[in-house]
């Protein structure tokens, strides 16, 4: 289930991702407008589901069987392991951790330190999002919108 916490996380995702698309491809009012509502539809899984662990691919299937242009994105959110992201990725998993549980904007190292003290940093949900972070850091598209 959504709960308020996480719409007010998904609000400000949607916000970031339409301002992180603004900077990487200025003058496109319709793909910010794309990316806001991709951000809207990030956590989608959420309602559907007890556990966190898939929400993303739940989410993503919603989304495919609904013919959302976006579908892929929001399965692959958050997957460390994607090699070549899409923009549309790249913005919304940068958009996803820069944003806090309650839609608060954060720096990448806010939001790692906020996931620790959640999980603590032994726990593999806080070492995928560092690996996440590096990756997205190390991105040639990361000095555009920073």
């Known amino acids: 289930m959504i709960t308020e916490n996480r719409w007010k996380h998904i609000s400000g995702v949607a916000r970031k991702a339409k301002m992180l698309a603004e900077k990487l491809k200025p003058d496109n009012t319709q793909y910010a407008e794309d990316m806001f509502l991709l951000g809207v539809m990030h ?19 919603i989304l495919k069987r609904s013919g959302y242009k976006y579908w892929q994105e929001v399965a692959l959110h958050g997957d460390e392991t994607v090699e070549n992201m899409t923009d549309e990725l790249f913005i919304l998993d940068c958009a996803d951790m820069m944003t806090g549980p309650s839609g608060e904007n954060f720096t990448f190292e806010e939001r790692l330190e906020e996931i620790a003290s959640r999980f603590g ?7 995928k999002c560092v690996i996440e972070v590096q990756k997205l850091k190390a991105d040639e598209r990361y000095a555009k919108i920073k």
């Open 43 to 61: 956590d989608l899984g959420y309602e559907f589901m007890e556990s966190n662990a898939s929400h993303a691919a739940v989410g993503g299937e």
């Open 121 to 127: 940093k032994d726990a593999a949900p806080y070492k």
